[in-house]
């Protein structure tokens, strides 16, 4: 199983980008996939996730602006993101975990620069 972003590059403070996830493999089951973010000189903190029964969750700095979708015919997952902040530059990373097998799977990571 492999995920691989897209999506990322440079945008202005206050604007718009949407990044993608695509996953390959078998996959059965239920599963989680979200996005992670990982700012310079910062560990890797949580944006939002999703479960493939579409349950959603984000953290307080994308609640309003950020949102997450996922089309599970394609194994797909995306995240819009809105009235992005100079502080949301970093590496974004798709990450898939599949609960009954404990599998976890991470992307190369996509980078996302907003100029201030």
């Known amino acids: 199983v492999q995920v691989v972003e897209s999506g990322g590059g440079l945008v202005q403070a206050g604007g718009s980008l949407r990044l993608s996830c695509a996953a390959s493999g078998s996959i059965f089951g239920l599963n989680i996939m979200g996005w992670y973010r990982q700012a310079p000189g910062k560990e890797r903190e949580l944006v939002a996730r999703?479960?493939?029964?579409?349950?959603?969750h984000y953290e307080d700095s994308a609640k309003g602006r950020f949102t997450i979708s996922r089309d599970n015919a394609k194994n797909t997952m995306y995240l819009q993101m809105n009235s992005l902040k100079a502080e949301e530059t970093g590496v974004y990373y798709c990450n898939l975990f599949v609960p009954s097998t404990r599998l976890e799977v991470w992307g190369q990571g996509t980078l996302v620069t907003v100029s201030s």
């Open positions: 999703m479960t493939n029964g579409g349950v959603t």
